[in-house]
């Protein structure tokens, strides 16, 4: 059965830095494709970053660019978001989920199958 599970989130100062992970079980995870989302109270869920395979190129929302980074260990069967220089903006509930690698044609809510329960992450001082 696949599941993913994620963990990493908590309150941080901004400028400060928190790491996410999401371990998937029940599928070879070097066949599906990972992506990285966030909702923040009152709106709609929004891609952050997404790989289809390693080795591709992983798209990054504007907004994070230079600051989060997604890496993913096949064997390991586990996926990583890296956050830095947080800001209050950042501050959501984030979900990993993955998809067969050939169906995501973009990083967005609609083309990703499977989701986990997400992890909060809260940026104030």
């Known amino acids: 059965q696949l599941q993913l599970v994620e963990s990493g989130g908590g309150l941080v100062q901004p400028g400060g830095s928190l790491r996410l992970s999401c371990a998937v079980s029940g599928i070879n995870l070097d066949q599906y494709a990972i992506g990285w989302f966030r909702q923040a109270p009152g709106k709609e869920r929004e891609g952050v970053s997404c790989?289809?395979?390693?080795?591709?190129?992983?798209s990054y929302k504007r907004a994070v660019k230079g600051r989060f980074t997604l890496s993913r260990d096949n064997a390991r069967s586990m996926a990583y978001l890296q956050m830095n220089s947080l800001k209050p903006e950042d501050t959501a509930v984030y979900y990993c989920?993955?998809?067969?690698?050939?169906?995501?044609?973009?990083?967005?809510?609609?083309?990703?199958?499977?989701w986990g329960q997400g992890t909060q992450v809260t940026v104030s001082s």
């Open positions: 790989n289809r395979v390693s080795g591709a190129d992983t």
């Open positions: 989920a993955v998809s067969p690698y050939w169906r995501p044609t973009a990083c967005k809510v609609n083309d990703y199958e499977n």
